[in-house]
């Protein structure tokens, strides 16, 4: 497959000012009239042809201005007509079999309705079109089909007529507002809807649909309630209306990705639509208030200004993450929801920028663009703008988005447009920031604190690692806000901001009789990795006193990674370990009876460092160590403070159910203590979870109490999978949870049971959801997965070539764990790459997967 390369970017030749379409719709068969208006592109080079991209496609028909065409040729997949003037009408006439559509992209069957997903190169499996982001066109769309079967008929924009004949009945839907192809969106089915309503600030009157199966409306008031949150906060905080008088959600069972924002017509995975307490837990609740927020933010920043080609993903990616991460944080605790956000960053993005997939947030080449929807694109791209927005202030930063909406609003916007906007929006001077679009890889900042006189010196010195392709690279403006506590009265004297631009620099304050404190990057305000040189006992100063609350979690990731670190490097005498395991029970100590602190707050600062992150700190990690040294840490806290604990795990206990902080935290506290308890005296634990799960009245406890007991060789085990299974049979978004927390448990046959779950009734290659809940959950759990004997990796291996055929979008995300090879130890990197040499020989491989596999390969 060839390499699509950034630099080779040029306008189409073509304009396709209006597109109407004609669906026939069927399961097996749907037949597809498409006729274009296209016009010469005044600011193109003049073509005497018009390439239009298709993928699989049969041609039934095709004509020009009603006659035949001049020329026209199939070269690969794409239609290529030749065109003698400046205008023309171009009628194509596809065929398809959507029931047999398993990649899931293009028109495909799900639960016995239609739906589509178009991005990024999905149309093409529906008409041949010029199928990339800067063709924008209106639509008007007429669908046909079996009124039993298909009773609602939904698709972009307005529903402007309807009509009857027979058996079947039709609907006609036109888009006021021009949009790219991947945009599109039609589905068909039989579908209930929850309807409500909303008041723009305009005064616009939209009607809000969540479409979902029969059985399902109970569970979509959150999502509902989401919606009308989002489009509120999008008024209020980036002064954003919503444009159309209709506003439609549906959610599908089988979906590539989390949703998607088509325009007026968003389609989403149920997983982040339905939600009940019984059957969904906090996680699940706030996951569906993020992403609906996040596809609806993308009606301005992705569908009004879209994205030029795909290589500015992040333009609406990163901005919208950031988007939704705000409003999240308005909607909840700003500080967890910081923390959790710098958790996936660190324990995903970390790694990906420092393996062999690393890549700008912008990149510069591609084969299969879909493996470019990337935690590098979509959250490092959201912290590099929000650096932006710290640098200028939430104000000014509010000046650059209204700048940028202005100036762009109908276009193809590239990161550059975006950059130069909120430049000339906040007065800030962008230059060398621009370097954050261009390199990869996490920089890394070494701080050191020297005292003298009543001076301190922090002096900094960044570096940014070589990664594929970039061998060189140049300082780039680090934005860290930083605070010095005085150690005598334990209060620092504000917050500043300072912008390491160079290699190194020194900054010094004066007034400080005595070495202060350093606190320093405090809320996470760049996304690098701090190396600094800090005493414990100045980590668990800060780990009870820092008045940012992402410090304070920092401090506590610090003391338990640091001591991991040094565990597993084998640095480590008796004395030591007991030092620091002494040290560190003493900071969590304080957390539990900090009654200042709500249990949410309370909860991210007893959680432990991830596998992934401890083993990103080691140049070459030892699976196997990393995960023993962890688990003795954790049995020694749960030794330590099993007092604590119960005291914290009886108060918790008592907090009634409510969807409101204080249960969340309540809940989020318990689980966790179950899992130190699991460490350290599992009989306990075991009794302690099964009455948990046993008295649950809503799925956070349950599946936390199940969790925990997956994990464990207690008698309860099996009796409580069993009946959580029996229990939720038949609810899919449920049964996913049960095939997960058993992939992901602490248990020591884990790999067994996922190999018994491959084998189960309940288990198909056919279903993304499913496949993710066993495989992702698996491939992230270090002691199945990682087991020295390699079948954890040859195991994934079988999945990749055995799903590839089927959803290649979906095998090829499988890729990355393989691809950690270059960091782990020998024995596995040998496994590991072996697995990928497999992958890499077989026969007929996806464009995803073999471009992952070989970039992996390195
Ligand atoms: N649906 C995906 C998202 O919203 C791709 N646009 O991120
Ligand atoms: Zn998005």
């Known amino acids: 497959p060839p390499v699509i390369r950034r630099e080779d970017y040029t306008p189409f030749p073509w304009l396709i000012p209006a597109t109407r379409m004609e669906f026939e719709l069927g399961l097996e068969k749907t037949r597809i009239t498409t006729t274009l208006n296209v016009e010469r592109n005044p600011d193109a080079a003049a073509s005497p042809t018009i390439r239009l991209n298709g993928d699989g ?10 006659g035949s065409c001049d020329g026209h040729m199939i070269d690969g997949d794409d239609l290529v007509v030749t065109l003698p003037g ?9 065929e398809l079999d959507p029931s047999d559509n398993s990649q899931l992209m293009g028109l495909y ?14 149309f093409r499996r529906i008409t041949f079109f010029p199928d990339r982001p800067d063709v924008l066109s209106t639509y008007t769309v007429r669908m046909r089909g079996p009124r039993a079967q298909f009773p609602v008929l939904l698709c972009n924009g307005n529903r402007v007529a309807t009509g009857e004949d027979g058996n079947s009945h039709w609907a006609e839907w036109h888009d006021p507002w021009p949009k790219p192809s991947y945009l599109f969106a039609l589905v068909a089915g039989d579908l209930v809807a929850r309807t409500d309503h909303f008041t723009t600030m305009g005064g616009r009157e939209v009607e809000l649909n969540v479409y979902v199966r029969e059985g399902d409306l109970d569970r979509t008031e959150h999502a509902m309630e989401s919606l009308k949150r989002s489009m509120q906060w999008d008024e209020e905080v980036f002064g954003r209306e919503y444009d159309l008088d209709l506003f439609n959600i549906v959610a599908v069972s089988d979906f590539n990705m989390g949703a998607m924002e088509n325009k007026g017509l968003n389609v989403f995975n149920t997983k982040y639509v339905l939600a009940d307490p019984e059957t969904a837990t906090d996680g699940d609740y706030d996951g569906v208030e993020g992403v609906i927020g996040h596809e609806y933010f993308h009606n301005w920043s992705g569908n009004r200004v879209t994205c030029r080609d795909w290589f500015q993903l992040s333009l609406k990616e990163g901005f919208t993450v950031l988007r939704d991460q ?55 791209g959201a912290e590099v703008i929000r650096m932006m927005r710290t640098m ?5 930063f509010r ?19 975006f950059v130069a906007a909120i430049e000339a929006g906040t007065g800030l001077d962008l230059t060398q920031f621009r370097l954050w679009y261009a390199q990869a890889g996490t920089p890394k900042v070494a701080v050191t604190l020297a005292h003298e006189g009543d001076t301190a010196r922090v002096k900094l010195t960044q570096t940014v690692p070589a990664t594929p392709g970039q061998g060189d690279k140049h300082p780039m403006p680090i934005p860290l806000k930083l605070a010095l506590f005085d150690r005598a009265s334990g209060t620092h004297s504000g917050e500043q901001l300072v912008v390491l631009d160079k290699d190194s620099a020194e900054f010094t304050f004066d007034g400080f009789a005595q070495r202060p404190i350093l606190s320093i990057n405090r809320t996470f305000s760049a996304p690098v990795s701090i190396d600094r040189d800090v005493s414990r006992e100045d980590l668990v100063f800060l780990a009870a006193k820092d008045d940012d609350p992402f410090a304070r979690y920092e401090a ?26 002494t040290d560190i029970a003493q900071a969590m100590r304080a957390v539990i009876e900090d009654d200042q602190l709500d249990d949410l707050m309370r909860g991210e600062l007893m959680v432990m460092p991830g596998q992934t992150y401890v083993a990103e700190q080691l140049l070459v990690a030892d699976p196997g160590r990393i995960h023993a040294e962890r688990e003795a840490l954790k049995a020694d806290l749960g030794t330590r403070l099993a007092a604590q604990f119960e005291a914290l795990y009886e108060r918790t206990g008592k907090v009634p159910f409510s969807l409101d902080a204080q249960g969340k935290g309540a809940r989020k506290v318990k689980t966790l203590v179950l899992a130190y308890a699991a460490a350290s005296d599992p009989a306990k634990a075991a009794e302690l979870a099964a009455h948990q799960y046993d008295g649950a009245d809503n799925m956070t406890d349950r599946q936390g109490a199940l969790m925990v007991l997956a994990g464990l060789d207690s008698a309860a085990r099996t009796g409580k999978l069993l009946d959580f299974y029996n229990r939720y049979a038949g609810n899919a978004l449920v049964i996913d949870k049960w095939f997960a927390l058993q992939a992901s448990s602490l248990h020591p046959h884990a790999i067994e049971h996922v190999k018994a779950l491959r084998e189960h009734p309940d288990f198909t290659l056919k279903n993304p959801n499913r496949v993710r809940s066993l495989y992702m959950a698996f491939a992230a759990n270090p002691q199945a997965f990682h087991g020295a004997d390699g079948e954890g990796y040859r195991m994934l291996a079988d999945l990749i070539l055995e799903l590839d055929p089927i959803n290649a979008q979906t095998a090829a995300r499988f890729v990355p764990p393989l691809g950690r090879w270059q960091r782990i130890e020998e024995g596995r990197a040998k496994l590991m790459r072996e697995a990928l040499e497999r992958i890499a020989k077989a026969p007929k491989l996806s464009r995803d997967t073999y471009e992952q596999v070989t970039r992996s390969l390195g």
């Open 109 to 122: 069957a799900s639960n016995g309705m239609l739906c589509t997903q178009c991005e990024a190169e999905g």
């Open 57 to 66: 496609l049969a041609l039934v028909s095709l004509a020009c201005d009603g």
């Open 556 to 581: 506590m990731q610090e003391l338990m990674t640091g001591h991991l670190v040094a565990a597993v490097s084998g640095e480590m005498d008796d004395g030591e370990r007991e030092a620091a395991r």
């Open 392 to 396: 200028a202030g939430a104000e000014r």
């Open 399 to 417: 000046r650059g988005t209204d700048l940028y909406f202005d100036r762009h609003d109908g276009e193809a916007a590239t990161c550059e447009d």
């Open 326 to 380: 705000l409003f999240s944080a308005d909607m909840g605790s700003e500080p967890v929801k910081r923390i959790e956000d710098v958790r996936v960053l660190r324990g995903v993005q970390f790694p990906e920028d420092s393996g062999p997939l690393a890549h700008p947030i912008r990149p510069d080449s591609y084969r299969e663009i879909s493996n470019f929807y990337t935690s590098t694109v979509y959250n490092k």
């Open 86 to 94: 400046d205008r023309h009408v171009l009628t194509i006439v596809t």
